[in-house]
């Protein structure tokens, strides 16, 4: 029962933290978060995702809920 569930917490993780780089398809490494709350009141978290191969820089914005 608990191993299961540290399997579910795992892929959660994984999912939402993996994406390849849209210009050289390597996977990118995530840098971090950053709040927004003074900057738009659109969006509430940006998370920036670097690409280690190709240098590209990717910022994704999370819509506020
Ligand atoms: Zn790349």
Do not use: P
Request: hydrophobic share 25%.
């Amino acid at each position: 029962m608990r191993h299961g569930a540290d399997l579910d917490s795992l892929d959660g993780k994984q999912e939402q933290q993996r994406f390849n780089c849209w210009h050289c398809g390597s996977e990118l490494v995530w840098g971090g978060d950053h709040d927004l709350d003074d900057y738009t009141q659109d969006y509430d978290i940006v998370s920036n995702f670097q690409c280690m191969n190709c240098e590209t820089f990717v910022e994704v914005y999370h819509k506020c809920q």
